[in-house]
């Protein structure tokens, strides 16, 4: 009964997500019931490829991800994998059509085992896509049911919240990506010596994204739209605390929100939300 193997592989995918990742499990809790597991199924295979380009220095990685690639084609191509987060996700990229976003996030991916340094604008702007905007997009097909007009009148929103997200984590991650994967994401950043006008630069366009995102927000449905914003605010007061954080000490040590302040944001977007405060 391939019922209760899809419900298992679904289950996969959620531990996945609760494991490495509170904030963004938090996130989804606060969508709709009827979403949530197509946002776990994304995730799950996004955490994954991701993984494999991280963390699993001392195996070939590069194999490692080809063969992932490779499983996931047959996955999508057969409707069915034996690999859990696989069969979970080819199902969900099937039911939204979205294969043409889940190629350019595997390329990025890819970029990943080879690109050290991103010297253009083009350059960084191609990466960002890949491994942040196109997730946006999956999540937001799942948020609209997959209506292709919504989709269209949203997706440059989307693509600013993804963007916003993924520099947020450039920024707060500054010290271990370039000191143990050897990577430098921002254009024409000196990691040894940043600067308080870089830093200022670099938050200032981090706020304009977020400001787009911010008008696509507001027009989402319902269901999707309070989970959505809870985790604006969180990237918000984290990019909020990054402004206030010295350069070196950014350099030292990676800037995190505690728990407590974490609740907080909750409570406060669900006020904001229940009085319509957000629109």
Do not use: W
Not at 141 to 158: I, Q
Not at 184 to 210: G, M, Q, T, W
Request: proline content about 2%.
């Amino acid at each position: 009964m391939k019922s209760l193997f899809d419900k298992s592989s679904l289950d996969c995918s959620k531990r996945i997500t609760k494991n490495y990742s509170t904030s963004f499990s938090l996130a989804i809790k606060m969508l709709s019931p009827k979403i949530q597991d197509d946002i776990y199924a994304i995730y799950g295979f996004v955490r994954c490829a991701d993984e494999i380009v991280d963390s699993f220095e001392g195996y070939d990685q590069e194999e490692l991800l080809s063969e992932f690639e490779i499983e996931f084609h047959k996955a999508y191509d057969r409707k069915i994998s034996l690999n859990p987060v696989l069969n979970a996700f080819q199902e969900v990229v099937h039911r939204f059509d979205m294969m043409d976003l889940v190629i350019p996030f595997l390329k990025s991916m890819r970029m990943d085992l080879h690109k050290t340094e991103y010297l253009t604008k083009s350059e960084y702007e191609e990466y960002i896509y890949g491994s942040a905007d196109v997730v946006g997009l999956m999540c937001l097909l799942v948020f609209v049911e997959g209506d292709r007009v919504k989709y269209n009148e949203l997706k440059s929103s989307a693509m600013k919240l993804g963007s916003a997200f993924q520099k947020v984590n450039f920024l707060r991650d500054l010290k271990h990506d370039s000191e143990t994967l050897g990577r430098v994401y921002f254009p024409s950043i000196d990691v040894n010596n940043l600067s308080h006008d870089c830093k200022r630069k670099l938050v200032a366009e981090i706020d304009a994204d977020f400001k787009e995102a911010l008008i696509g927000i507001k027009m989402l449905p319902k269901s999707a739209k309070f989970g959505v914003y809870t985790a604006y605010k969180y990237y918000k007061s984290l990019l909020k605390k990054i402004a206030k954080t010295e350069p070196e000490e950014i350099l030292n040590k990676r800037i995190r929100v505690d728990d407590f302040s974490k609740l907080f944001i909750v409570s406060k977007s669900y006020v904001r939300y229940q009085l319509n405060m957000t629109l």
